[in-house]
């Protein structure tokens, strides 16, 4: 009966984009209510509520590692249900959490239990289609799943204004349930036999081995890891920087929206102008404007204190959109070389990236205290390596041609 299911392509985006989007949510809801978290399970020092937000990335890059192999056997279907079951588990962990060890343990849980769904998004779309209509695909996903970012910290205003900060996690735990059960009722299985592969540790190996062959797709998951390390710095120290360093903890929420507005628009348009210029050109033309951002940034407030917040929230737009052109792209030009062996791609893929932003994030974040400057400085840093291995990307494709 499931295999006769035919959703439309609308349904279909708006499906993957909700697997995505419990992701978003367990991460940005949280963000109103870091500091109250805090003084709950008795934090001392303010950048220690960062690991509430950070650490759910190193879930997020282990899990694939469990799930993608095995999604390759069995199927994406029970590889999702598995996510969310074990990520339903760990938020309890979370609710009852009362000290930063236990918490942290538990956002390292909901992490790997959300890997699942987010890997398994990725995995599906590369099953059913290739090239830059697959990039296309990905970027109407990212166009719903960033609308997540834009509401979620206001429902985590909401709900801690109303009942407490445990209440964002029942929120969560009932929105996957749902999201499971539409996943369920109307999404068929879209591995194929001739996909289907036996789980083992050889094959494991064997494929692994096989995905580090493709010099792209390597090179453009690296990228992957710098872009979004760079961001996982600022959605771990926002609130620190609204609320604490502008005193705008009330207007938090729709700041944060704001700048969510900003990728998601940019999103959209890749969408259509992917298919006119292609996704390594628009990389290309994104990185380059990144960078600059962040570097006049840089040289404008070198040593300076925060400039008027409408200042900060005007690069930070300009940074976001630039940012939108990179996410959905990033991921297709790394998977493209590899739809044969989808599902373990898109594990290792992310692996590598959220593994290397991890540290970045952390390391980075650390700087933060009393001025936005650390964040830029990491931007520029992150989007000047990034520029670099592309350059090298392409010299390597030049002499490869001219070898031919």
């Known amino acids: 009966m499931q295999k006769n299911i035919r959703t439309s392509q609308l349904e279909f985006v708006a499906l993957m984009a909700s697997l995505m989007s419990v992701v978003a949510l367990a991460i ?3 963000l109103p209510a870091l500091d109250i978290i805090g003084i709950t399970i008795g934090t001392t020092e303010i950048v220690d509520n960062q690991l509430l937000i950070t650490m759910i990335f190193l879930g997020l ?11 390759d056997s069995i199927g994406r279907k ?6 969310f079951t074990l990520f339903i588990l760990a938020s309890f962990i979370c609710v009852n959490a009362t000290s930063l060890e236990m918490m942290v343990t538990g956002r390292i849980l ?15 779309i590369r099953d059913m289609y290739s090239g830059d209509y697959m990039a296309r695909i990905m970027s109407f996903v990212t166009v719903v799943f960033i609308l997540v970012p834009v509401v979620a910290p206001a429902l985590g205003k909401f709900v801690l204004d109303q009942y407490n900060w445990r209440g964002i996690f029942y929120i969560q735990v009932l929105i996957s349930i749902l999201v499971s059960w539409w996943f369920w009722k109307r999404q068929p299985e879209t591995l194929s036999i001739k996909n289907q592969k036996s789980f083992s ?5 064997g494929e692994f081995k096989e995905l580090i062959k493709y010099k792209r797709t390597l090179g453009f998951t690296i990228i992957a890891g710098f872009i979004t390390g760079s961001f996982m710095v600022y959605l771990s120290s926002a609130q620190q920087i609204f609320q604490n360093q502008y005193n705008l903890k009330d207007e938090f929420p729709f700041i944060f929206a704001g700048l969510a507005i900003a990728i998601g628009s940019a999103v959209f348009l890749n969408g259509i102008f992917v298919i006119k210029f292609g996704m390594e050109k628009l990389i290309t033309t994104a990185l380059v404007s990144f960078f600059v951002v962040s570097a006049v940034y840089v040289a404008l407030f070198y040593n300076s204190p925060n400039p008027d917040v409408r200042v900060l929230f005007l690069f930070f737009a300009l940074q976001f959109f630039s940012i939108g052109f990179l996410f959905g792209n990033l991921r297709a030009m790394a998977m493209e070389p590899v739809g044969h062996i989808a599902g373990i791609a898109a594990a290792i893929t992310g692996f590598i990236s959220t593994i290397m932003a991890v540290p970045i994030s952390i390391f ?8 936005a400057l650390p964040l830029f400085i990491g931007f520029s840093i992150c989007a000047a390596l990034s520029i670099g291995l592309i350059i090298y990307l392409k010299a390597d494709e030049k002499r490869a041609t001219e070898t031919l």
């Open 28 to 30: 940005d809801a949280l």
């Open 61 to 71: 890059g282990f899990g694939p590692l469990i799930f993608g192999p095995i999604s």
């Open 78 to 83: 029970p590889v999702v249900y598995m996510g």
């Open 110 to 124: 909901q992490g790997i239990g959300l890997s699942a769904p987010r890997t398994m998004s990725i995995a599906i």
């Open 201 to 205: 540790k050889k094959g494991f190996i």
């Open 364 to 371: 980075i974040g650390r700087f933060i205290s009393d001025t």
